[in-house]
């Protein structure tokens, strides 16, 4: 009878401990399950890294504390402490004709941008790629007038290069900067000019200053008069030339458009969108769209964790 007993006891103390080990490895697949789904999230909706930011900032988003990768890049090509506001007035200039989608004309950089679309003007490999060649351009000695041939970054199998460029000019009288950008002869038109305001960009040059970008001010101001004067009205001439159909920029559009474009995009879409551009990204992360997605993911982490564990005890 107690040998009946006995075997009974040990019999269940297995079971108990079959039932446990099952248990404790359910429990691991839960926990194991729940960190990877978790791990993803973050991957998705994760802020972009401190040391990757610069590498997505525009000249719009220069301050004193801060200036894009591929402005750095120009800028290195130069003794810094011989640039006056001229020098580095035009420096800003062509730093926005590489965000518009325009390249320094030189034979041998050609084989290093990739075609751009119709449908677009900003290439960030482009930009980062050509920010690592000095410019070339001719300059007076007074530092009164710069002369730079800029060639449209366009699909080559569609045409020339030779046949879609563009002369930037930039005078100097006074406290202004005179800038023309002038087209091709092929295109039998018109060119386009702006006059800047040197001394509202570039402030004089102070002992303090360390880096010639603490110098630059009101640059999404400077960025949006070129682009709008000069770079886009140059660019969608050279494409109606080739005949391509031509698009408004992402970049260009009222806050109101960006909440009724971002609604039909789902969290995937919205982190694609978000690592496009600085600009992009603060756009994306702040509209009431992202918003929401984000509280409903977190709701729905915080449902799951607390229904998914007590099941597993048991």
Request: net charge neutral.
């Amino acid at each position: 009878m107690s040998t009946d007993c006995g075997n009974q006891r040990i019999g269940d103390k297995s079971i108990m401990e079959d039932n446990q080990s099952l248990n404790e490895t359910s429990k691991l697949k839960v926990i194991n399950h729940e960190v990877q789904s978790l791990q993803k999230q973050q991957r998705l909706t994760s802020l972009l890294p401190e040391y990757n930011k610069v590498q997505y900032l525009l000249l719009s988003d220069t301050t004193t504390n801060c200036a894009p990768l591929h402005l750095r890049n120009i800028l290195n090509h130069f003794n810094e402490s011989q640039l006056n506001q001229f020098d580095l007035l035009f420096v800003l200039i062509y730093t926005v004709a590489l965000e518009s989608g325009y390249m320094c004309k030189s034979d041998h950089i050609q084989t290093m941008v990739s075609p751009l679309s119709s449908t677009s003007s900003f290439h960030s490999k482009n930009v980062e790629r050509l920010s690592k060649l000095k410019p070339i351009f001719t300059v007076t000695p007074d530092k009164k007038k710069f002369t730079m041939k800029l060639n449209s970054v366009v699909d080559d199998r569609q045409v020339t290069a030779e046949k879609i460029y563009a002369l930037l000019t930039a005078t100097v009288c006074d406290d202004l900067m005179i800038v023309t950008l002038s087209p091709a002869n092929c295109l039998n038109s018109g060119g386009f000019s702006t006059v800047l305001l040197i001394s509202r960009y570039v402030l004089d040059e102070e002992n303090d200053v360390k880096l010639s970008f603490h110098r630059f001010c009101k640059m999404p101001e400077l960025t949006t008069i070129l682009r709008d004067k000069l770079f886009v009205p140059m660019r969608n001439k050279h494409l109606s030339w080739m005949q391509a159909h031509i698009y408004p920029s992402l970049d260009a559009m009222p806050v109101e458009l960006y909440e009724n474009l971002l609604q039909y995009l789902n969290k995937y879409e919205l982190n694609s969108l978000a690592k496009v551009n600085w600009n992009l990204f603060n756009v994306t992360v702040r509209s009431k769209h992202y918003e929401n997605l984000r509280k409903t993911d977190e709701h729905v982490r915080s449902v799951h964790r607390y229904s998914v564990f007590p099941i597993a005890y048991f």
